[in-house]
């Protein structure tokens, strides 16, 4: 009988590129992002997955600085972006690429 095992994941002791820590976003009225948080580290590939309307184009924005958070923070390499405009997160390298684009056309 072959036994599939698993190393235990490595502690992260290194600063996230990406640290988006309990983010709310709000539309008016409507909630639409509830408390978001994740980091993401050097090295790793990261996608966004998610039903109609389940947040994945207000995470970017919010990201991309588009839409701002109401509470949360964000910090791109240990530098908060509250202040940051769309224009100086790009600069840093963080871009959406829209679906149907084809950046992999072998994918």
Known sequence: MNTATREAPAVQTQTPLIDVDHVDV???????????????FPGEIV???GGNASGKSTTMKTLLRIVR???????????????????????????????????????
Do not use: M
Not at 81 to 87: F, I, L, M
């Open 47 to 49: 996608s966004l997955l």
């Open 69 to 107: 958070p109401r509470s949360g923070s964000i910090t791109l390499d240990g530098q908060d972006v509250s202040r940051w405009n769309t224009e100086d997160v790009v600069r840093r390298g963080i871009a959406s690429v829209p679906e149907a684009r084809r950046v992999f056309p072998e994918l």
């Open 26 to 40: 709000y539309y008016g009225a409507f909630h639409a992002l509830h408390s978001v948080s994740y980091r993401i």
